[in-house]
């Protein structure tokens, strides 16, 4: 089992950036897959999840509208398009999937590697 986050940088305020996390070993309809990030000196927080029991999406306030969580059966990847980025998203991100087909279970099954996002002008 193997979850791959890619897809970070350096991005100016304002700019975009879409992450992706390529799971293997599993289905993307056996666990809901969210994403998280942790910022320097701060607790790790959930910023998106995508549930594999009805395809709903759930994001946190600083999320929503901003970024989206979308995923793509034919490579089994997981997709976090991030839009109007400002200094406050500067954090690592990682991609997990939950222990369960929804998104409001807390337990994570599985963590991927971290991708670096930097903020800043």
């Known amino acids: 089992v193997q979850l791959q986050a890619s897809g970070g940088g350096l991005v100016q305020p304002g700019g975009s950036l879409r992450l992706a996390c390529a799971v293997s070993g599993f289905s993307l309809d056996d666990y809901s897959i969210g994403w998280f990030r942790q910022a320097p000196g701060k607790e790790r927080e959930e910023v998106s999840c995508l549930s594999s029991s009805d395809s709903s999406a759930h994001s946190a306030d600083f999320a929503r509208g901003r970024f989206t969580i979308s995923r793509d059966y034919g490579t089994n990847t997981v997709y976090l398009q991030m839009n109007r980025l400002n200094p406050e998203d500067t954090a690592v991100y990682y991609c997990?999937?939950?222990?369960?087909?929804?998104?409001?279970?807390?337990?994570?099954?599985?963590w991927g590697q971290g991708t670096l996002v930097t903020v800043s002008s």
């Open positions: 997990a999937a939950k222990d369960s087909q929804y998104c409001l279970s807390p337990r994570i099954k599985y």
